[in-house]
C-alpha cells in the first residue's frame, strides 16, 4: 500500500471535506503498480495557506480552485512551476472559462475537474492523475538505472527485422524436421508464407537506406533543377503493376508546372512513398491522383486517393516511425511503417510541410507544400 | 497428468509465431487456444481458464504482454505465464526476472526470447505444470 498526499486548495469548506471524505476509502489500482495507492488528504482554505503547506509537506498532487480570495489558483501554479516541484496539479473550478483554461494549460496543471463534480467524477480524475504520476515515476527510475528509453526506435527497428526472420526460421526447422509430412506438397503454405515474410523484410530495409541516407549528413547533395511532373510520371511507371494487380487508375494533373530546386532523389522518395501509399490503401476500382500546382511562394502537390481513409485519432501518429495503422482492413497490407516518417523528414530538410486530410471510407488526401519555387528565371 | 489434460492460451498478432507455436505445443501433446491480439486474449480470459499462457510483448499496444500477464493473475493468480518476446536486450530495453522489483511488477513466470526451439519451450512448460 503506498500514500499519496495530496493537498486540497478551496475556499468553500464543502468542496474541502468532500473530497476529504470521497477519496478517505479510495484506492486506486492498475496494471504493473505493484501496490494500491491511497491517499493522505490535507486542506487549505486560501492560496497563502496553501503555499505554506506546500514548502512543508511537498504533496505529490494539488486541488486547486482558481478563485480564492487573496493570490488566484493560476499565481499558485506558477509559483509551483517556477520552484520546479515535481507535483501534478488539477484545477477544480466552476469558471472555466477558455482565458483561465489556457493559462492553467502553460503553467502545467494537468487536469481539469469542472465544479460542482460528482464523487465518481473526482474518482476517475485521480485515477488518471495516479496512474501518470506512477508511469513518471517508473520512468524516473528506470533513467536513473541507466536504461534510456531513448533506444525505442533500435528496440522497434530490431522487433521488426527479427520477426520475419523468426518466422521463416521456425518454418525451415518444420521442415528440416518433416513435422508436417515427407511431401514439398504439405508445407505449401510454409513456402508461400516465408516468400512473403522475406518481401516484407526487404521493403523494411529498402525503406532503412532510405531513411540512414537522410538521416546522415549529405556532402554529396545534387541540387539541381528538378521538374516534378517528370517525377510524378516517374512514380506512377513505378507504382503502375501493383495498380493495375489493384484496378486502381492514377492520374496526374499539372495545374502549373513546378520547377524546383532540389537533389531528384528525394523528391522521388516523396514521390514514390505517397503515390504508392495512394494504391496500397485504396479500394478495388478506386481512383488516385497526384495534383501539382504552384503560387508566387510555394509548389503544392496533392496526392488524393479514394481509399479505406484514416481515423482522426490514428492521424495523429501517421508520420511517426513504425507506426502502422492496424485494422481489419489494413492487416493483409505489408508495409515497414517508415515510409511517411522518411517522406515527412525530406521535406522538412526543404523546409517544407506535409499534411493530411482524410475521411475513413471515402479517402485521402496529402498536401505537400515546398517552398521556394524557382521558375524559368534561372 | 498427461500433456492432453493441459490447455494452452497462445496470444501472438504475428500471425506465423502463432501458427507455429501453436503447431508446436500440439504436436508436443497439449491442447491450445490462440488469440491474433490482445483484446482478442483478453475475452479468452474473460471466459475460460487456460493451464499455462504464452503472451507475445507488443501486439496492438507495445505493452500488450505485461497488461495480458496483469489481468491473467488477478483473475487466476495461480496460472502460470511465459511472456515471449522479439526485442532483444542489446536495444536498451530489456526485461528479465531475475531482479526483486522487475520480477515485482512484470507479472509473468517466465521470460523468453522468440526463436527458441520448441523442445526448450516445452522444457520450461512442463517445469511449470509441474509434468
Same mark, same amino acid.
Given at each position: 500500500m503506498a500514500v499519496l498526499k495530496l493537498l486540497v486548495i478551496d475556499d468553500e469548506p464543502g468542496i474541502r471535506s468532500g473530497v476529504f471524505r470521497i477519496l478517505n476509502n479510495f484506492n486506486v489500482n492498475y496494471p504493473f503498480m505493484d501496490e494500491d495507492y491511497t491517499f493522505d488528504v490535507t486542506e487549505a482554505a486560501t492560496g497563502e495557506e496553501g503555499i505554506r503547506i506546500l514548502e512543508r509537506d511537498m504533496p505529490d498532487i494539488v486541488l486547486l480552485d482558481n478563485k480564492l480570495p487573496g493570490i488566484q489558483g493560476v499565481d499558485v501554479l506558477e509559483f509551483i512551476r517556477n520552484r520546479k516541484y515535481e507535483i501534478v496539479v488539477a484545477m477544480i473550478t466552476s469558471y472555466a472559462s477558455l482565458d483561465v483554461a489556457l493559462k492553467a494549460h502553460r503553467f502545467g496543471a494537468t487536469d481539469f475537474i469542472p465544479k460542482p463534480f460528482t464523487p465518481q467524477e473526482l474518482k476517475s480524475s485521480i485515477e488518471n492523475i495516479t496512474k501518470q504520476l506512477y508511469l513518471r515515476r517508473i520512468t524516473h527510475r528506470m533513467n536513473q538505472e541507466g =536504461? =534510456?528509453?531513448?533506444y525505442q526506435f533500435l528496440s522497434v527497428l530490431s522487433h521488426e527485422l527479427k520477426a520475419p526472420l523468426n518466422a521463416v526460421e521456425g518454418y525451415l526447422k518444420m521442415m528440416q524436421e518433416k513435422e508436417s509430412g515427407d511431401s514439398i506438397n504439405d508445407y505449401a503454405t510454409a513456402i508461400e508464407r516465408s516468400l512473403q515474410r522475406i518481401s516484407g523484410m526487404r521493403n523494411l530495409i529498402m525503406d532503412l537506406l532510405d531513411f540512414t541516407k537522410i538521416r546522415l549528413e549529405r556532402k554529396d547533395e545534387k541540387i539541381e533543377e528538378v521538374h516534378l511532373k517528370e517525377i510524378a510520371a516517374g512514380a506512377i511507371i513505378t507504382v503502375q503493376p501493383y495498380a493495375i494487380q489493384m484496378e486502381v487508375n492514377i492520374k496526374l494533373t499539372v495545374k502549373s508546372d513546378a520547377v524546383i530546386m532540389a537533389d531528384p532523389t528525394d523528391m522521388e522518395i516523396i514521390f514514390n512513398n505517397l503515390v504508392s501509399n495512394s494504391v496500397k490503401y485504396n479500394k478495388r476500382g478506386g481512383k488516385a491522383e497526384i495534383i501539382i500546382d504552384s503560387n508566387e511562394n510555394d509548389v503544392i502537390v496533392y496526392f488524393t486517393d479514394t481509399g479505406i481513409g484514416i481515423t482522426e485519432s490514428d492521424k495523429e501518429n501517421l508520420f511517426n516511425e513504425f507506426v502502422r495503422i492496424k485494422n481489419e482492413k489494413t492487416k493483409n497490407i505489408s508495409g515497414s511503417g517508415l515510409g511517411l516518417s522518411i517522406v515527412k523528414k525530406v521535406i522538412e530538410l526543404y523546409n517544407g510541410t506535409i499534411t493530411v486530410d482524410s475521411l475513413p471510407e471515402a479517402g485521402t488526401t496529402f498536401t505537400v507544400r515546398l517552398p521556394g519555387k524557382q521558375t524559368n528565371n534561372t | 497428468m498427461k500433456k492432453s489434460d493441459f490447455t494452452i492460451l497462445v496470444a501472438d498478432d504475428d500471425p506465423d509465431y502463432l501458427y507455429q507455436t501453436v503447431f508446436g505445443l500440439e504436436k508436443a501433446g497439449y491442447k491450445t487456444v490462440a488469440a491474433a491480439s490482445q483484446a482478442e486474449a483478453e475475452a479468452v480470459i474473460a471466459r475460460f481458464r487456460p493451464s499455462l499462457a504464452i503472451f507475445d510483448l507488443m501486439m496492438e499496444n507495445d505493452d500488450s504482454g505485461f497488461i495480458l500477464c496483469y489481468r491473467i493473475k488477478r483473475k487466476y493468480p495461480d496460472v502460470p505465464v511465459i511472456l515471449a518476446t522479439a526485442v532483444s536486450h542489446e536495444t536498451g530495453i530489456s526485461f528479465s526476472l531475475d531482479t526483486g522489483s522487475e520480477k515485482s511488477w512484470i507479472r509473468a513466470d517466465v521470460y523468453l526470447e522468440k526463436g527458441i526451439r520448441p523442445e526448450q519451450l516445452d522444457h520450461e512448460i512442463m517445469k511449470l505444470l509441474k509434468i
Open positions: =536504461k =534510456k528509453i531513448r | -
